[in-house]
Antibody
Framework: EVQVLESGGGLVQPGGSLRLSCAASGFTFSSYAMTWVRQAPGKGLEWLSTISGSGGSTYYADSVKGRFTISRDNSKNTLYLQMSSLRDEDTAVYYC????????????WGQGTLVTVSS | QTVVTQEPSFSVSPGGTVTLTCGLSSGSVSTSYYPSWYQQTPGQAPRTLIYNTKSRSSGVPDRFSGSILGNKAALIITGAQADDECDYYCVLYMGSGIWVFGGGTKLTVL
């Protein structure tokens, strides 16, 4: 059974840093691109970042470029999102999503982890 | 900045058919944007419904279908049921490793 499970969320002060993890199981992790998506309270979904299966290609939304870094450890079947210079508006539930075979679509989603940026 | 547009809200009667759309602030949606659709109930993770314009994800009932209608991607729900009442999001691939979600449609079944 395919599973992706996020962790690492919590309360952080503005300007601070946090690293999210997404543990994957039930599929050959290195064969699939992975993506981070977030949802601010009461708002819609926002695509943040995608990484190829090998980790060699990464892509970012303008809203997080230069502040967030996506990475993966295929030996540990784990996806990461390193977040720095956090702002109030980064407060959201952060989801990781596995891509379908093929680049363009997401299929399995985790349950999300809440990040709250507040002083 | 390209904006992906969706109806903010829509209502459908139980048993009825509803078409939700996904457009662009400038230009037309085609299959080259690889549209996909996601369903989300409050407090839950999104669930993939449709990918590649019209392919249903595993386990999705055939009441849900996707297509291109005119210059937009469309999600058609037939035989609407009470538990279809939730939020629906489309996402388009813009190329160069960039995806953009629509603002979502809140569907009411009443």
């Amino acid at each position: 059974e395919v599973q992706v499970l996020e962790s690492g969320g919590g309360l952080v002060q503005p300007g601070g840093s946090l690293r999210l993890s997404c543990a994957a199981s039930g599929f050959t992790f290195s064969s699939y691109a992975m993506t981070w998506v977030r949802q601010a309270p009461g708002k819609g979904l926002e695509w943040l970042s995608t990484i190829s299966g090998s980790g060699g290609s990464t892509y970012y939304a303008d809203s997080v470029k230069g502040r967030f870094t996506i990475s993966r450890d295929n030996s540990k079947n784990t996806l990461y999102l390193q977040m720095s210079s956090l702002r109030d508006e980064d407060t959201a539930v952060y989801y990781c999503a596995k891509h379908l075979s093929g680049w363009y679509w997401f299929d399995y989603w985790g349950q999300g982890t809440l990040v709250t940026v507040s002083s | 900045q390209t904006v992906v547009t969706q109806e903010p809200s829509f209502s459908v009667s139980p048993g009825g058919t509803v078409t939700l759309t996904c457009g662009l602030s400038s230009g037309s949606v085609s299959t080259s944007y690889y549209p996909s659709w996601y369903q989300q109930t409050p407090g839950q993770a999104p669930r993939t419904l449709i990918y590649n314009t019209k392919s249903r994800s595993s386990g999705v009932p055939d009441r849900f279908s996707g297509s291109i209608l005119g210059n937009k991607a469309a999600l058609i729900i037939t035989g609407a049921q009470a538990d279809d009442e939730c939020d629906y999001y489309c996402v388009l691939y813009m190329g160069s490793g960039i995806w953009v979600f629509g603002g979502g449609t809140k569907l009411t079944v009443l």
